[in-house]
């Protein structure tokens, strides 16, 4: 996806949405990778003291090519076989990475990030 105004305000409910459960202080830097296909990856770097802002890097082809230019300890190897769909989160220390694999507006939505959220908090064991 490279409609930039539809992956700012995701990221802005996103932001909004998981304020409410963070504590005071803590910011939340993301860095936007949108493909030139469906979908996109986020990466949110949450910390004290931390300025919220939010960086757009130049577009990959796909979803698979962009998660390849993340540092990331979750997925090794040849991602060309991979298909991803939905919303698929991977948490590192204070990291999360979000792996939208689609387009369909109710994944980016405010309810959609609403419910990437409450999949976020429910794993990390916070109740809201």
């Given amino acids: 996806m490279e409609d930039k105004n539809k992956i700012q305000t995701y990221v802005n409910n996103?932001?909004?949405?998981?304020?409410?459960?963070?504590k005071p202080g803590i910011g939340m830097?993301?860095?936007?990778?949108?493909?030139?296909?469906p979908g996109a990856?986020?990466?949110i770097s949450l910390g004290e003291g931390e300025s919220n802002t939010d960086e757009f890097v130049s577009s990959s082809p796909?979803?698979?090519?962009?998660?390849?230019?993340?540092?990331?300890?979750?997925?090794?190897?040849d991602l060309s076989a991979t298909s991803f769909r939905g919303t698929n989160i991977i948490m590192e220390q204070?990291?999360?990475?979000?792996?939208?694999?689609?387009?369909?507006?109710?994944?980016?939505?405010?309810?959609?990030s609403s419910s990437d959220v409450n999949i976020i908090l429910s794993s990390s064991g916070v109740t809201k």
């Fill in 62 to 77: 796909t979803v698979n090519s962009a998660l390849q230019t993340i540092e990331q300890h979750a997925i090794d190897g």
């Fill in 14 to 22: 996103i932001r909004r949405h998981l304020s409410k459960s963070l």
């Fill in 41 to 43: 990856v986020i990466t």
């Fill in 94 to 112: 204070n990291r999360i990475i979000l792996i939208k694999g689609e387009d369909d507006p109710k994944q980016w939505s405010d309810v959609g």
């Fill in 29 to 37: 830097k993301t860095k936007i990778h949108p493909v030139e296909g």
